[in-house]
Nanobody, 123 residues
Framework: QLQASGGGLVQAGASLSLSCAAS???????????MGWFRQAPGKEREFVAG????????YYADSVKGRFTIYRDNAKNTVYLQMNSLKLEDTAVYYC???????????????WGQGTLVTVSS
């Protein structure tokens, strides 16, 4: 199970941090799973935002968030985070965390999904 949290309403330019905690039998091997974040804005398809390898040594970002968002993980807490800075109106979306065995699969077609958390950026 993946439990995302941290969404909310913020003004443009502000920061927000999302977290996604992994638990349950499915994630007994969380520490070897790659994790990622996707988002879906109203009327748009879900898109990849950021991904991180199991060790945290490799990360990948969508061009739209590079330099503003940072993904990191704490394997001791079975949690992955998304630090979002300099938020823009177009960052408004429901954010989902996801997991799979490799960063490549996380970026394209992850197997495991958490429920979404809504981020709303206002002007």
């Amino acid at each position: 199970q993946l439990q995302a949290s941290g969404g909310g309403l913020v003004q443009a330019g502000a920061s927000l941090s999302l977290s996604c905690a992994a638990s349950g039998r499915t994630f007994s091997s969380y520490s070897t799973a790659s994790m990622g974040w996707f988002r879906q804005a109203p009327g748009k398809e879900r898109e990849f935002v950021a991904g991180i390898s199991w060790s945290g040594g490799s990360t990948y970002y969508a061009d739209s968030v590079k330099g503003r968002f940072t993904i990191y993980r704490d394997n001791a807490k079975n949690t992955v985070y998304l630090q979002m800075n300099s938020l823009k109106l177009e960052d408004t979306a429901v954010y989902y965390c996801a997991a799979d065995s490799s960063l490549g699969r996380v970026r394209t077609q992850p197997t495991y999904w958490g429920q979404g958390t809504l981020v709303t950026v206002s002007s």
